[in-house]
Nanobody, 124 residues
Framework: QVQLVESGGGLVQAGGSLRLSCAAS????????MGWFRQAPGKEHEFVAA????????YYLDSVKGRFTISRDNAKNTVYLQMNSLKPEDTAVYYC?????????????????WGQGTQVTVSS
C-alpha cells in the first residue's frame, strides 16, 4: 500500500515558479514509477510528467517540456515537480500518482495510487 500527500501548490503570477512535492509512504517507494497529472476545471485528467524508479528515465507532456522538471529523492520518499515559466493554462489541480509498473504512463487508468491533489493557480 502506498499513500501520497502533495504540497506546494498556490497562486503565482504568469512567468513565476512553484515546486510541488509528493511525500509517499511505503517501504517500496524506490521501486515505483512516480507521476504527476493535472485536472483543469471542466477537463479530464492530463498527464504531466513521470519518472522511473532509478530517476534516469523521465517523461513529459509536450507543452511543459523545458519548463517543468520531475525529480525524486528515494531516501526521502519524495517526488518533486519544479514548474518554471508558468502560464495561465497551467492552472489546475495537480495530482501525484504511483504505480509499480504503469502499462501506459500517460493513461491515468494505468496508475494505482493517487494523492488528494494540490491547487495551482497562475494569474495573467
Amino acid at each position: 500500500q502506498v499513500q501520497l500527500v502533495e504540497s506546494g501548490g498556490g497562486l503565482v503570477q504568469a512567468g513565476g515558479s512553484l515546486r510541488l512535492s509528493c511525500a509517499a509512504s511505503g517501504r517500496t517507494f524506490s521501486t515505483y514509477v512516480m507521476g504527476w497529472f493535472r485536472q483543469a476545471p471542466g477537463k479530464e485528467h492530463e498527464f504531466v510528467a513521470a519518472i522511473r524508479w532509478s530517476g534516469g528515465r523521465t517523461y513529459y507532456l509536450d507543452s511543459v517540456k523545458g519548463r517543468f522538471t520531475i525529480s525524486r529523492d528515494n531516501a526521502k520518499n519524495t517526488v518533486y515537480l519544479q514548474m518554471n515559466s508558468l502560464k495561465p493554462e497551467d492552472t489546475a489541480v495537480y495530482y501525484c500518482a504511483a504505480d509499480s509498473s504503469p502499462s501506459t504512463v500517460v493513461d491515468q487508468n494505468s496508475w494505482r495510487y493517487w494523492g488528494q491533489g494540490t491547487q495551482v493557480t497562475v494569474s495573467s
